[in-house]
């Protein structure tokens, strides 16, 4: 069985949290506490695209993240 985060005809949202980082959601699902929808719905190549214009960093925004 493949992931529904691996589907190519689905439908998705861009999510992204509060350290900017970004996620693709299908939209079947609840969007998780803490992240907000920025792009979509729309269709998983289209998203895709939304994320790298839009997701220049390649980390989160805090310093902190990573750090043990």
């Given at each position: 069985m493949s992931s529904?985060?691996?589907?190519?005809?689905?439908?998705?949202l861009?999510?992204?949290d509060d350290e900017g980082r970004h996620s693709?959601?299908?939209l079947f699902a609840p969007v998780p506490a803490g992240w907000t929808t920025v792009h979509g719905p729309?269709?998983?190549?289209?998203?895709l695209d939304y994320v790298q214009r839009s997701w220049t960093g390649l980390g989160?925004?805090?310093p902190r993240w990573g750090r043990a």
């Open positions: 529904p985060f691996d589907d190519a005809d689905g439908v998705f861009v999510v992204v693709l959601w299908p729309a269709g998983h190549e289209d998203c989160p925004l805090s």
